[in-house]
């Protein structure tokens, strides 16, 4: 079955959606509404598709089945809710709103209607995500201990007056932006707890804008911190995300993560285990231990190991790259559920509500500085 396409909001992250979506050979584009025309007449002429002229014009056009909805998040709700009643399977950008209860009805919603409703986590799709999930249920590092996510990211494009700054239109860095990364540690780790979360308000604004965020969750036996900064030129931007094991640990690069590094106490048996989650990494030994050296102890346990080792993978990918590769599969594994409802899919609806709700509750409870 070809899937007509009907994309509600033009911006540049709808455009780069829109090209890997269409990569697949179900998904044919039918038009385009933004508020602003201009911006779909941007749209429409590259793609060469039509333009619709209200919300209302492009969901009553019986040929569109699917809508992709990639608005400001305050209009998430609201966009997302008319597309199901109007009949369409809807795919769109985090988070699912600006409210936990109106992310669940949007799923009750859909649940009722049998029809499709997901949020763009597209994380989940990321080769690296899944060879770290993998390494947590081997544990071949041990148990889980901390993990961190650092985001320096840049505000060089957004001016004062962007919507961004708005928690009234954006529901702020918490919900707009880390919904993603609550995701993936959920994920991997299971439901967190929160623990406590700061907003820091940015100095010599008029208006209040809170630009530096920070939260720590209690995921499976161990702390998760998160900090989320937009205050930095493009040209600095970075994130790292860092997961602490018994015996190693992984980070990972990049907020759309390309590239990774280990580090661990492992025997020769498992080196061989990392060799075949890992083909072609670059891995370096560092230490060989031999004789009662290969004894060690940590977290009031003993271990037999034979060496350390340094791994490293993905030099060469780039995020443009992998970031269109895990869109093309976010897209083919829920056009696979929509022909056949037995197929398990790696992101639900449910994902957007327990990413939501995290998020919700540490802007929420967040301590104010400054």
């Not at 919300?55 to 608005?71: A, G, H, W």
Request: aromatic letters at 12%.
């Amino acid at each position: 079955m070809i899937y007509k396409l009907g994309i509600v909001g033009a911006g540049a992250f709808s455009m780069f959606s829109a090209e890997a979506f269409l990569q697949n050979k179900s998904i044919s584009l039918a038009g385009v509404y933004d508020i602003d025309p201009e911006k779909s007449g941007v749209f429409a002429l590259k793609y060469d598709t039509r333009i619709f002229y209200s919300m209302e014009e492009i969901l009553s056009d019986n040929e569109i089945n699917l809508i992709y909805i990639s608005t400001p998040p305050n209009l998430h709700f609201e966009h997302c809710k008319s597309a199901l009643l109007a009949g369409k399977h809807v795919i769109c950008e985090k988070p699912a709103a600006l409210e936990p209860s109106h992310a669940v009805e949007l799923y009750e919603l859909a649940e009722k209607k049998r029809l499709l409703y997901v949020v763009n986590l597209m994380q989940r799709y990321n080769p690296l995500y899944q060879k770290v999930s993998k390494l947590i249920e081997s544990k071949l590092l041990g148990e889980f201990l901390h993990g961190y996510f650092e985001n320096y990211a840049s505000d060089e494009a957004l001016s004062p007056a962007h919507w961004m700054w708005n928690p009234e239109i954006s529901g702020g860095i918490f919900i707009e932006h880390a919904v993603h990364f609550f995701d993936m540690f959920e994920g991997w780790l299971g439901k967190g707890t929160l623990i406590s979360s700061q907003k820091v308000k940015r100095l010599g604004i008029d208006r209040t804008i809170f630009s530096r965020v920070q939260s720590v969750g209690l995921y499976a036996g161990g702390i998760v911190s998160m900090y989320h900064g937009f205050d930095q030129p493009k040209r600095m931007d970075r994130q790292e995300l860092r997961l602490l094991f018994e015996r190693g640990e992984v980070t990972l690069h990049e907020w759309v993560p390309v590239r990774l590094n280990m580090k661990g106490l492992i025997t020769n048996e498992e080196e061989l285990l990392w060799k075949g989650l890992f083909p072609g990494a670059i891995i370096e030994e560092i230490e060989k231990f031999e004789g009662d050296n290969r004894i060690c102890k940590g977290n009031f346990k003993e271990y037999i190991i034979d060496k350390m080792i340094h791994l490293e993978y993905g030099r060469d990918a780039r995020k443009e790259d992998i970031y269109r590769f895990i869109l093309r599969e976010m897209i083919a594994d829920q056009v696979k559920w929509i022909n056949d409802r037995s197929h398990e899919r790696v992101i639900t609806g449910l994902n957007g509500i327990n990413s939501l709700k995290m998020a919700w509750e540490s802007e929420e409870k967040a301590q104010i500085i400054g």
